[in-house]
């Protein structure tokens, strides 16, 4: 059992609360111990007549008879109005240190999540366009959260939804048919040229009413297979999902199943025709959803030209879903822009079937933007994913030459650059912030790691034991060890409130910690040897961990 769950057990005795109601959390400052509660608080209402300290008092009285709380808590103690703190004793830390290193990869695993099954759908650029920014966030953000909610013992299915049909795909065939121009031999020449054919059709559409009328009507032919669209479509669209399957891999993205518009399409349609009166209606030639008649807003499902709208899609999209994987939760990620189009969406859905209820969700993350204005490209008008992370490589492989190590090391920059800030708040990105070596950074997270590796190798293995000590700890060391019982409660914190950045906090922070330590401490021909050797074997293995649902790589020499 961790410490955590025997405080709580031990104070749900003590109080006769649920243990579901009881809340430890981390006091901000290490002489306020390690777990810390506010739950006399809450029974000062019941006991009106008396104080939430006197309350408090009461409690750690009870609580100091508690035979297996005493075996792991080695003080409790009354903070300022009430706040009951709890220090663990030096044995409970140094088992806990003895468990991350039996236990490996397994710990912070937990069973919040058992049996939960999650399917998170992220990533979603749309064909005959390059992957902007806002999608390489969603590639980051959605691989971590995915091996979080994995960790926390969550069955998962990793899931992206493509956009590779509709009017974009058309602006950029009208242009594309319309210039006639020379297809280049790479891949990335390719893709390029498509999404310099949509900037020009995009604009062409805005301008003219005649072009607007005729992008229309080859969005129509397009749904309908009509040649030669058809056939262009789908050789244009293959280029697209090779790249994009082509970075995918480089980010270390996979996934277990990829939906597209175009299979989507026909089947919402009928569904929204199939349920006129009863959900949807009609207004001026189009399918509307009425949302404001549930305090949302009006949103076309079917236009007036007879084509299905992104809206139509989502409602065979969703039905799909959740008839190849049944799921107990669904989650979609998108800019947060997209929050009021989602509230629409699950409204439409939850009126034409009440399976969908509790069982959608929509997390809207911040807008992400480049901390210094504008960035060159290789096309020269916009910055895409793929730019902005062979420009940070570039950078890193001016300091470092193996490739390898550049590669890791810039990619790790990019998603600790985006994953350390709340998710649902805006992003700015700042090149030389995400490469620098000290500070709260990646690349500072990867170096710390090497370093414990570092150590570990010039050690003898039969070193590598059970940390039994008698010696005194050093406050660094102490500091350390205090930090590492946090980990798996770390874990669910993120999982439970879909935030990656609480774990980059408490790796940034454990990092700091950690080498505090080893400026201050010698670790090797010490007669402490063995003890900073496991405390340096369990630091790098968090570290380790931790990167990895991160979706980052712990290099073991930089």
Same mark, same amino acid.
Request: glycine share 6%.
């Given at each position: 059992?961790?410490?955590?769950?025997?405080?709580?057990?031990?104070?749900? =005795?003590?109080?006769?609360?649920?243990?579901?109601?009881?809340?430890?959390?981390?006091?901000?400052?290490?002489?306020?111990?390690?777990?810390?509660?506010?739950?006399?608080?809450?029974?000062?209402?019941?006991?009106?007549?008396?104080?939430?300290?006197?309350?408090?008092?009461?409690?750690?009285?009870?609580?100091?008879?508690?035979?297996?709380?005493?075996?792991?808590?080695?003080?409790?103690?009354?903070?300022?109005?009430?706040?009951?703190?709890?220090?663990?004793?030096?044995?409970?830390?140094?088992?806990?240190?003895?468990?991350?290193?039996?236990?490996?990869?397994?710990?912070?695993?937990?069973d919040l999540l058992k049996g939960k099954r999650i399917m998170f759908e992220f990533g979603q650029p749309n064909t005959h366009k390059l992957p902007h920014i806002g999608h390489l966030f969603s590639y980051i953000y959605g691989a971590s959260m995915t091996?979080?909610?994995?960790?926390?013992?969550?069955?998962?299915?990793?899931?992206?939804?493509?956009?590779?049909?509709?009017?974009?795909?058309?602006?950029?065939?009208?242009?594309?048919?319309?210039?006639?121009?020379? +297809?280049?031999? !790479?891949?990335?020449?390719?893709?390029?040229?498509?999404?310099?054919?949509?900037?020009?059709?995009?604009?062409?559409?805005?301008?003219?009413?005649?072009? =607007?009328?005729?992008?229309?009507?080859?969005?129509?032919?397009?749904?309908?297979?009509?040649?030669?669209?058809?056939?262009?479509?789908?050789?244009?669209?293959?280029?697209?999902?090779?790249?994009?399957?082509?970075?995918?891999?480089?980010?270390?993205?996979?996934?277990?199943?990829?939906?597209?518009?175009?299979?989507?399409?026909?089947?919402?349609?009928?569904? +929204?025709?199939?349920?006129?009166?009863?959900?949807?209606?009609?207004?001026?030639?189009?399918?509307?959803?009425?949302?404001?008649?549930?305090?949302?807003?009006?949103? +076309?499902?079917?236009?007036?030209?007879? !084509?299905?709208?992104?809206?139509? =899609?989502?409602?065979?999209?969703?039905?799909?879903?959740?008839?190849?994987?049944?799921?107990?939760?669904?989650?979609?990620?998108?800019?947060?822009?997209?929050?009021?189009?989602?509230?629409?969406?699950? =409204?439409?859905?939850?009126?034409?079937?009440?399976?969908?209820?509790?069982?959608?969700?929509?997390?809207?993350?911040?807008?992400?933007?480049?901390?210094?204005?504008?960035?060159?490209?290789?096309?020269?008008?916009?910055?895409?994913?793929?730019?902005?992370?062979?420009?940070?490589?570039?950078?890193?492989?001016?300091?470092?030459?193996?490739?390898?190590?550049?590669?890791?090391?810039?990619?790790?920059?990019?998603?600790?650059?985006?994953?350390?800030?709340?998710?649902?708040?805006?992003?700015?990105?700042?090149?030389?912030?995400?490469?620098?070596?000290?500070?709260?950074?990646?690349?500072?997270?990867?170096?710390?790691?090497?370093?414990?590796?570092?150590?570990?190798?010039?050690?003898?293995?039969?070193?590598?034991?059970?940390?039994?000590?008698?010696?005194?700890?050093?406050?660094?060391? &102490?500091?350390?060890?205090?930090?590492?019982?946090?980990?798996?409660?770390? +874990?669910?914190?993120?999982?439970?409130?879909?935030?990656?950045?609480?774990?980059?906090?408490?790796?940034?922070?454990?990092?700091?910690?950690?080498?505090?330590?080893?400026?201050?401490?010698?670790?090797?021909?010490?007669?402490?040897?063995?003890?900073?050797?496991?405390?340096?074997?369990?630091?790098?293995?968090?570290?380790?961990?931790? &990167?990895?649902?991160?979706?980052?790589?712990?290099?073991?020499?930089?």
């Open positions: 059992m961790l410490n955590k769950d025997q405080i709580i057990k031990s104070l749900s =005795k003590a109080t006769g609360l649920p243990e579901s109601e009881i809340k430890l959390y981390f006091p901000e400052r290490e002489e306020h111990g390690d777990y810390a509660t506010n739950v006399a608080f809450h029974q000062s209402p019941i006991t009106s007549h008396q104080s939430p300290y006197q309350i408090a008092e009461k409690i750690i009285e009870k609580l100091k008879t508690d035979k297996d709380l005493n075996k792991i808590v080695d003080k409790i103690e009354v903070a300022g109005p009430g706040f009951i703190n709890f220090f663990l004793s030096k044995e409970a830390l140094l088992d806990t240190l003895v468990d991350i290193n039996n236990e490996k990869d397994a710990f912070g695993k937990s091996n979080i909610l994995e960790l926390a013992g969550s069955k998962l299915r990793r899931v992206n939804y493509q956009g590779d049909i509709g009017p974009h795909v058309a602006k950029c065939l009208w242009a594309f048919e319309r210039g006639n121009p020379s +297809v280049p031999s !790479t891949l990335e020449g390719k893709v390029n040229l498509l999404q310099k054919m949509y900037q020009k059709g995009a604009q062409a559409f805005e301008k003219d009413e005649k072009t =607007k009328t005729e992008i229309l009507e080859i969005n129509k032919k397009i749904y309908l297979k009509k040649e030669p669209w058809f056939s262009l479509w789908q050789k244009t669209r293959g280029w697209n999902l090779e790249y994009y399957k082509k970075f995918e891999k480089r980010l270390g993205v996979s996934y277990d199943r990829y939906y597209f518009e175009s299979e989507v399409e026909e089947m919402g349609k009928k569904i +929204v025709e199939n349920n006129i009166g009863e959900v949807f209606e009609k207004s001026e030639g189009a399918l509307i959803f009425k949302g404001s008649k549930v305090g949302l807003h009006d949103r +076309v499902f079917v236009t007036k030209y007879g !084509t299905p709208t992104y809206e139509a =899609k989502d409602m065979y999209l969703q039905k799909l879903k959740m008839e190849e994987w049944p799921y107990d939760l669904l989650i979609i990620t998108t800019a947060h822009e997209q929050n009021e189009y989602f509230k629409v969406v699950f =409204k439409a859905l939850g009126t034409l079937d009440t399976a969908y209820k509790g069982k959608l969700m929509h997390i809207g993350f911040g807008m992400v933007n480049l901390k210094s204005g504008k960035m060159s490209s290789r096309t020269g008008e916009i910055v895409s994913a793929v730019d902005l992370v062979d420009k940070v490589v570039e950078k890193v492989s001016q300091i470092n030459k193996d490739k390898k190590i550049a590669e890791a090391v810039g990619l790790g920059a990019v998603k600790y650059s985006f994953l350390k800030n709340n998710p649902l708040q805006d992003t700015k990105f700042d090149i030389e912030e995400s490469i620098a070596q000290e500070g709260n950074s990646g690349p500072y997270l990867q170096y710390t790691h090497a370093r414990t590796q570092s150590v570990l190798r010039k050690a003898k293995p039969t070193n590598h034991q059970p940390p039994i000590t008698n010696h005194a700890l050093s406050a660094p060391e &102490l500091s350390v060890l205090r930090f590492l019982p946090r980990f798996p409660q770390i +874990v669910e914190n993120a999982a439970k409130t879909y935030s990656p950045n609480l774990i980059c906090n408490y790796l940034f922070d454990l990092a700091q910690r950690y080498n505090n330590f080893y400026n201050s401490n010698r670790i090797l021909g010490e007669k402490s040897e063995n003890f900073r050797l496991a405390l340096t074997l369990a630091v790098g293995q968090i570290l380790k961990t931790s &990167l990895n649902l991160l979706g980052i790589k712990a290099p073991e020499r930089m």
